[in-house]
């Protein structure tokens, strides 16, 4: 079964960092683009990033320059680091696999890791 | 960033009966790389239909997508209890990636 386990998440103070991790499972890793989504509570869905195969990336812009996505393609885990975190950034974190073959849309979710800023 | 509008917000109705749902683009959707998903509560999204109009695997047929360009639209043929969830737009493009607000389909 193609799998996708988030794991990191936890309650943090504004302005702390914290790492996410995605390990995947039962399908070619390193060839594939990854991407985060978020959803604060009772909010829609929200891209974060996304990396390419070999390692680009791309973000949106409320969270560019305080969060970078990277992969261990060795250990088939994508990361999401996130700094000078902010309230606003509470929610739960989602990894998913983009089909770059069918409109890069996300084929294969986790279930998601709860990020809370909180002092 | 492209901007993407759904409508409505909520749609109240009954099983057995036709759902449209309708995401509207603030510009031209690159190669209609336009997608649909399904959200249950307390669940992750679901791919539904990507390219605008193909049902990814599993999908059953009386889901359907067309549109192109900035407008598209999400058919329920005929609405199973198991259907009334939250549903999302999502696009992609070299800018970025963006979702609707999503629509949420309530029974009646």
């Known amino acids: 079964e193609v799998r996708l386990v988030e794991s990191g998440g936890g309650v943090i103070q504004p302005g702390g960092s914290l790492r996410l991790s995605c390990a995947a499972s039962?399908?070619?890793?390193?060839?594939?683009?990854m991407t985060w989504v978020r959803q604060a509570p009772g909010k829609g869905l929200e891209w974060v990033s996304l990396?390419?195969?070999?390692?680009?990336?791309t973000y949106a812009d409320s969270v560019k320059g305080r969060f970078t996505t990277s992969r261990d393609d060795s250990k088939n885990t994508l990361y999401l680091q996130m700094n000078n975190l902010r309230a606003d950034d509470t929610a739960v974190y989602h990894c998913a696999r983009v089909d770059s073959y069918f409109a890069f849309a996300f084929d294969i979710w986790g279930q998601g890791t709860t990020v809370t800023v909180s002092s | 960033e492209i901007l993407l509008t759904q409508s409505p917000g909520t749609l109240s109705m009954s099983p057995g009966e036709r759902a449209t749902l309708s995401c509207r683009a603030s510009q031209s959707i690159y190669r209609n790389y336009l997608t649909w998903y399904q959200q249950k509560r307390g669940q992750a999204p679901r791919l539904l239909i990507y390219?605008?109009?193909s049902r990814a695997t599993g999908i059953p047929d009386r889901f359907s997508g067309s549109g192109s360009g900035t407008d598209f639209t999400l058919t329920i043929s005929r609405l199973e209890p198991e259907d009334f969830a939250v549903y999302y737009c999502?696009?992609?493009?070299?800018?970025?990636?963006?979702f609707g607000q999503g629509t949420r389909l309530e029974i009646k």
């Open positions: 990396i390419f195969p070999g390692g680009a990336t």
């Open positions: 039962n399908f070619p890793f390193g060839s594939n683009y």
């Open positions: 390219g605008a109009s």
């Open positions: 999502q696009q992609y493009d070299s800018s970025g990636i963006t």
